[in-house]
């Protein structure tokens, strides 16, 4: 997470005047609602904020975090649409010995049944 | 004139077979979709035939490195393995309607849609590359298949192909017994009872001499020696103007089922004496991607009761006296029609069992179930027989493998425009047709010899 600088000028990129016709601007710039500050959870990414709160335990689980990079290797095939233990299943089945550790996981529920973009896709 | 003798009562006994079914990597009841898309069941395609061409191409090549795709190195000659893809530019793409450029499009032939610039490209999970060279002939190929190539990257980035290697027939399994005696099995397709170029006279003829209603002596004997009958497919067509979408009169509501009431009739009186497996086929009142669910027996009341009757998925792959059969009602080859060229059905029948994969093109332009465990259309074990229905006409031939493998195989026509039947002899797999026609003859009189 980026640290929120005191100077709110040094945040955002600052462009040069055009020379030339200048348009009349008016007073207030264009406002972004969502204005960054010390303090905030704005900086979160909005995806990690899901029932009316931020998804932290997850993110920091280091279980999740183990299925997910599970999730993310090519050489198991595409994650998506899939039960994480039916896709282990298929591994084993291939004979691409995924690590054994996950099946008990998953069986013991653990961690989630699916996938990490299930749903955020 | 001699008097006529008066025939002494004699049970001719049907010949007997044992028989299995192999079904069941073909049944859908207990997958579940959820959302899957086709990448899995490529992904489960691509590791099965992989796993098997890596331990096939160290015979094939033993000096030249296997690598991926994204490991080419230029210059470097290697071997990769990967999905073919076709470019094909006459394709029908769902995406040209809103395509910006209208360009004058020739009008294209609904039949095939080969064009001279189709480019092969192969894949893998790492990259894609374009297949050059005049050693692969993309007339041959078809998206889908899974080959090992020889060759090395041009300075071009494309992949100069030296060699191809398929994975060839699958190993078979030898029959335990052989029988000696003659036993025939019965293959029709697209008899399409309810369609107007169906002919209802010729259809029960064959009945009848299945059953044994037909002929004499001499010919119940040879119909006694039928031990099993396949209907492959198009066994039905109801009137399809009544089927758009809008509800059914009643008085249209029977005119639908009139088909399939009239068919279940004429099944109940084959299943009476003889085992008959029915497929679904393109025109069935079935699903309409592949793996195609076996038809509801709520359609046949009157046959259902009897225990020879069975409804098969399609594909079908049984066993009958230990010879194993494998075979479609036709979509599979149909497909390979339109994206390839070969010969005859025979060639198409044969490329499949030599990529060993009964429908390459599913689910790229042949609807498929999006499975993601496994691939079902994979050929594991090569069959003895292998039939695909609904073709245009009759062809068969025996095909050999590399390891001693024999097939047979058949292409069945449509019985509605042919009046044939396929009968083949499983003691030596042997075939020959059964041809019925109902046209008048010229009247003899009694003093013609």
């Known amino acids: 997470m ?38 905030s959870d704005i900086t979160q990414l909005t995806a990690l904020i899901s029932h009316g709160s931020p998804d932290l335990k997850d993110y920091h689980d280091n279980h999740e975090e183990l299925m997910r990079q599970f999730d993310m290797n090519m050489a198991y095939g595409p994650c998506l649409g899939m039960y994480r233990l ?15 550790g996950f099946e008990g996981l998953l069986k013991a529920e653990k961690v989630r049944s699916e996938c990490w973009w299930d749903g955020r896709i | 004139m001699t008097a006529m003798e008066i025939d002494t009562e004699k049970n001719i006994q049907r010949k007997h077979s044992t028989y299995q079914s192999l079904d069941k990597t ?48 230029e210059g470097k000659e290697c071997i990769i393995v990967g999905t073919l ?12 309607e809103y395509s910006k450029e209208r360009s004058a499009v020739p009008p294209v032939k609904p039949q095939n849609f080969m064009h001279p610039d189709d480019h092969l490209v192969l894949e893998d999970e790492s990259g894609r590359v374009k297949l050059g060279g005049t050693v692969l002939s993309p007339s041959t190929y078809v998206t889908g298949g899974v080959v090992a190539l020889h060759g090395k990257e041009t300075t071009a980035g494309d992949f100069l192909v030296l060699d191809v290697f398929e994975a060839g027939l699958a190993p078979q399994i030898v029959p335990q017994l ?66 758009n979408g809008q509800n059914l009169a009643s008085k249209d509501q029977s005119r639908v ?64 006296d230990g010879v194993r ?44 179930y999006p499975f993601t465990d496994r691939d079902p259309f994979l050929i594991e074990s090569c069959p003895h027989v292998y039939f695909v229905g609904n073709q245009d006409k009759y062809g068969t031939r025996i095909l050999e493998g590399s390891e001693g493998q024999m097939v047979r195989l058949i292409s069945i026509p449509k019985f509605c425009n042919t009046g044939l039947a396929v009968v083949l002899n499983l003691r030596n797999l042997e075939c020959h047709t059964l041809s019925f026609g109902a046209q008048p003859s010229t009247l003899k009189t009694f003093n013609d010899a």
């Open chain 1, 86 to 100: 039916a896709r282990w299943e298929r591994a084993q089945r291939l004979g691409l010995n995924p690590p054994i």
């Open chain 2, 26 to 73: 073909f049944d859908i009841k207990n997958e579940i979709y959820r959302g899957q898309q086709y990448s899995q069941i490529y992904f489960a395609r691509l590791h099965t035939m992989r796993t098997l061409l890596y331990s096939l191409v160290t015979h094939w090549k033993p000096h030249v490195p296997v690598c991926t795709i994204l490991g080419l190195e």
């Open chain 2, 178 to 243: 052989k029988s000696s005696e003659d036993k025939y099995v019965v293959f029709i397709s697209g008899v399409s009872v309810g369609s107007s170029t169906s002919n209802p006279l010729q259809f029960q003829l064959l009945v009848d001499h299945i059953t044994g209603h037909l002929g004499d002596e001499q010919e119940q004997g040879i119909a006694a020696e039928i031990v099993h009958v396949v209907f492959a497919g198009n066994s039905v067509e109801s009137p399809l103007g009544l089927l």
């Open chain 1, 2 to 39: 980026a640290t929120t600088p005191s100077n709110m000028k040094g945040f955002y990129r600052l462009k040069k005047n055009k020379s030339g016709i200048t348009k009349p601007t008016s007073s207030k710039k264009s406002s972004l609602h969502l204005v960054p500050s010390l303090g």
């Open chain 2, 325 to 368: 059969f494998l075979g479609t009602s036709g979509q599979n080859i149909d497909d390979l029609k339109k994206y390839s060229e070969a010969r005859d059905e025979l060639e198409f029948m044969e490329r499949t069992l030599k990529w060993r994969h009964l429908a390459p093109t599913a689910p790229n332009t042949l609807g498929c």
């Open chain 2, 257 to 320: 089922s009139e088909a399939v009431q009239v068919l279940d009739i004429l099944l109940s009186q084959i299943a009476a004496g003889v085992s008959v497996d029915i497929m679904p086929g393109s025109n069935d009142p079935a699903n309409f991607a592949l793996p195609q669910q076996p038809l509801n027996r709520c359609l046949f009341p009157g046959s259902r009761t009897f225990n020879t009757f069975n409804s098969c998925t399609n594909p079908h792959c049984f066993e009958l």
């Open chain 2, 85 to 96: 893809y076709k470019h094909m530019q006459l394709k029908p793409c769902v995406l040209d």
